[in-house]
């Protein structure tokens, strides 16, 4: 497919994906049900009529998350509310899900604060030096995510089934082993590979950061998410984490490639 839609073919393809959008995510191999949520998250990043379209963009793609991983896992859940052993972890995030959770915390200047103090304790560090130093996260409290709907995708998608890992891993120091069911692991892999792939369609900057050092610089600074919207990169001063590796880029780029002729 290279040449544009014509408008018939944009009208059967908009309402393919309107069927598409409300359901889980289809994880076979045929890419049109993911290349639907794809056209649909540069729809919601270019929302002129939103006051966060980053917000809109990845609340879509969390809730597609969401709706896609099984609700009852073969082996159940070992996490509970209140359980928050592993928010001592270095979390990596794209720019939309950081403006995503800083649209949480406009009003709650204490929380910026211990943002801001944990990143000066945690920058630079390593993911074993990180787990080492059992800095919390900033964003709890009292045990409980305060951004639990806009945590970051990453943060969603990191479960537990066994308690006593979680324990070994991030009380004890142990070399970390935490099982996981199967489909978290590959709903979380498709979801951001349809996030980042919508972000290089859109023109946007789809590299990944520290959590503690995006939301810092970005809650530092007056109308950064129109500002990045708009192409200016007000997060030039945080060090963007690896480059995807080669597999993982070559699926963000093959979704891309699908998608372009459509958009
Ligand atoms: S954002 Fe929420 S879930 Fe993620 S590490 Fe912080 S407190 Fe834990």
Same mark, same amino acid.
């Given at each position: ?53 980053? #917000? ?6 969390? +809730?597609? =998350?969401? $709706?896609?991983?099984? &609700?009852?896992? *073969?082996? %159940? ?82 479960? #537990? ?6 324990? +070994?891993? =991030?009380? $004890?120091?142990?070399? &970390?082993?935490? *099982?996981? %069911? ?82």
């Amino acid at each position: 497919m290279t040449d544009r839609l014509s408008r018939p073919e944009r009208r059967a393809l908009q309402r393919q994906d309107a069927e598409i959008l409300p359901l889980p995510l289809s994880m076979g191999t045929d890419p049109r049900p993911a290349a639907a949520h794809v056209r649909h998250v540069i729809h919601l990043l270019r929302g002129v009529h939103s006051d966060s379209p980053c #917000s809109d963009a990845v609340a879509h793609v969390t +809730a597609l =998350f969401d $709706r896609t991983v099984s &609700p009852q896992p *073969p082996t %159940p859940l070992a996490c509970r509310k209140g359980c928050s052993h592993c928010c001592t972890q270095l979390v990596v995030l794209t720019a939309p899900e950081a403006f995503f959770v800083a649209a949480q915390l406009r009003k709650r200047p204490n929380t910026v604060a211990a943002i801001i103090e944990a990143h000066h304790r945690t920058q630079g560090l390593a993911i074993n030096e990180r787990l080492q130093s059992k800095v919390l996260c900033p964003l709890l409290d009292d045990a409980i995510c305060s951004i639990y709907a806009a945590r970051p995708l990453g943060c969603h998608a990191f479960v #537990s089934t066994n308690l006593e890992a979680c324990l +070994a891993t =991030f009380e $004890r120091g142990e070399v &970390p082993n935490i *099982p996981m %069911p199967a489909d978290y692991v590959s709903v979380l892999y498709t979801c951001r590979i349809l996030l980042l792939a919508a972000l290089r369609l859109a023109g946007l900057n789809s590299s990944v950061y520290e959590m503690n050092a995006a939301l810092a610089v970005i809650l530092a600074q007056d109308n950064a998410e129109a500002r990045w919207l708009a192409g200016e990169d007000v997060l030039a001063s945080v060090p963007a984490t690896a480059p995807p590796p080669p597999q993982f880029n070559d699926a963000i780029a093959k979704m891309a490639a699908f998608v372009a002729p459509t958009v």
